[in-house]
């Protein structure tokens, strides 16, 4: 499931029902647009936030999770990433 913030920044309004089997026109297509958004998420959204992560002072987020995963939600960015995430930022370090 992709998260609002991201669907909002895709470049193609998304169908919800992509994926599942109450929906059959143009279902190749639409399955394709979420397949498409989900790169997007991988290939660019997710290692721009983890370079711009990498390049804050850690004492900055030091203390509070809670910005960061609110930065996340703010990209687009599900929870279930952060361990791509941080594997990223050490690969920019």
């Not at 994926?19 to 997710?46: G, Q």
């Not at 809670?66 to 995430?85: S, T």
Request: glycine share 4%; aromatic share 12%.
């Amino acid at each position: 499931m992709l998260r609002p913030e991201l669907v909002r920044r895709f470049k193609l309004p998304l169908n919800s029902d992509a994926f599942t089997s109450f929906y059959t026109h143009n279902k190749e297509i639409d399955d394709k647009e979420v397949e498409d958004a989900t790169r997007f998420l991988l290939s660019e959204v997710v290692p721009e936030f983890a370079q711009r992560l990498g390049r804050m002072p850690v004492l900055m987020y030091r203390d509070s999770s809670i910005g960061i995963i609110e930065e996340m939600h703010r990209e687009g960015v599900r929870i279930y990433l952060a361990a791509f995430i941080l594997v990223m930022v050490n690969f920019f370090i």
